[in-house]
């Protein structure tokens, strides 16, 4: 198992090779377009954009499919994933939520909630062994 950035996602790849399921970890790189808040082209005037890079946790090449592994969905984690689906919205990105926190303590919309509203496909604690089957 090669370095992992996280507790969680080393808990998904031994669940993946305890259950014979082929992965490959942070290989892919997935270009998409970030608009910048705030910010304005000065050649067109139009809104300001940036080409950004999103390197997904793991890879299926059996499925066709990506697992991002989340302990904590911050503002900015939400911002890149909504950038990453709108530039490529034939992806199929799925999320491992490590627990189903609040968005924002203030608000009663959680991670799973998110997930739903932006059409992202989504398992809570442990990884949906459906999605393999």
Known sequence: ???????????????????????????HKVPYISVIKGGECEKCGGRAVQNRV???DFWFPTSGFYI???GRL??????????????????????????????????????????DKYGFPYCLRSVDKSWFE
Do not use: C
Request: a positive charge; aromatic letters at 10%; proline letters at 5%.
């Open 68 to 70: 991002e592994v989340k």
């Open 74 to 115: 911050t503002s900015s984690d939400r911002k890149k994933m909504r950038d990453v689906k709108r530039s490529n919205p034939t992806l199929d990105i799925r999320f491992l939520f490590v627990s189903n926190n609040k968005i924002t303590p203030a608000k009663p919309e959680r991670y799973s909630d998110w997930a």
């Open 54 to 56: 999103y390197t997904p």
């Open 1 to 27: 198992m090669e370095q992992m950035r996280s507790g969680a996602e080393i808990n998904v790849a031994t669940w993946l090779e305890h259950n014979g399921i082929k992965y490959e970890y942070e290989t």
